[in-house]
């Protein structure tokens, strides 16, 4: 049971336009999301974070936003830069008793490639 | 401040083995947990330690284990090692245990043959 979803495994943008990477969940406890980047061979790299009261967090290019009526979630990179170019997860904080916890539940990724 | 260590990057294990990762947390960090990354199954969670004792776990079978030094050094070991063992081993370490500020090691990478 795929409960966090990245339906899209690549995308590919020109440097400087938008990029949007979108993740769907399905369990409508969790209260927490966050964005992370990989390199290969590298561990994750927290890039943004949401709690489900917000509906949206900026943090310098990146924003992300949140709707939770639509258990959807999206990643705004603006401008796009070549260095952004790396596989993108969203993950979700599983809900514990006391509220979310660092159980992190991961999507499948997407590939951004920014074509210079 | 030093990040997230992992040791070792990189071992080769044979079927049927054990095998042992070690990780160091960010200073000051008390909860660490350990995802396995692998093609197929994506990044999923194995168990988290703070404070020494086992917080959450994932499902994954008995033969992996872990556990949680005083100084919040981690280990997690994988006993009786099977192919489908192969994959990045990675380790993160928080400040909370809320889901916020987990930050990721290198991760090390196991092939079981």
């Known amino acids: 049971d795929q409960q966090v979803k990245q339906n899209s495994p690549s995308l590919s943008v020109q440097e400087g336009r938008i990029s949007i990477l979108n993740c769907d969940y399905t369990n409508s406890m969790f209260d927490y999301f966050l964005w992370y980047k990989k390199y290969p061979a590298e561990g994750p790299t927290f890039l943004i974070s949401i709690s489900s009261i917000k509906d949206k967090n900026e943090d310098g290019r990146f924003t992300v936003f949140l709707n939770k009526s639509a258990k959807h979630l999206s990643l705004h990179i603006v401008p796009s830069q070549p260095g952004d170019s790396a596989v993108y997860f969203c993950a979700a904080s599983a809900p514990g008793y006391g509220g979310a916890t660092n159980k992190l539940i991961f999507g499948t990724g997407t590939l951004l490639a920014v074509q210079p | ?113």
Not at chain 2, 6 to 29: A, M
Not at chain 2, 65 to 87: C, H, K
Not at chain 2, 94 to 101: E, I, K, P, Y
Request: glycine share 12%; hydrophobic share 25%; net charge positive.
């Open chain 2, 1 to 113: 401040k030093a990040g997230v260590t992992q040791t070792p990057r990189y071992l080769i294990k044979t079927r049927g083995q054990q095998v042992t990762l070690s990780c160091s947390p960010i200073s000051g960090h008390r909860s660490v947990s350990w995802y396995q990354q692998t093609p197929g199954q994506g990044l999923q969670f194995l168990f988290e330690y703070f404070s020494e004792t086992q917080r959450n776990k994932g499902n994954f079978p008995g033969r992996f284990s872990g556990r949680q030094f005083s100084n919040s050094r981690s280990e997690m070991n994988v006993s009786t090692l099977e192919l489908g063992d192969s994959a990045l081993y990675l380790c993160a370490s928080s400040a909370t245990t809320t889901g916020v500020g987990q930050y990721f090691g290198p991760g090390t990478r196991l092939t079981v043959t």
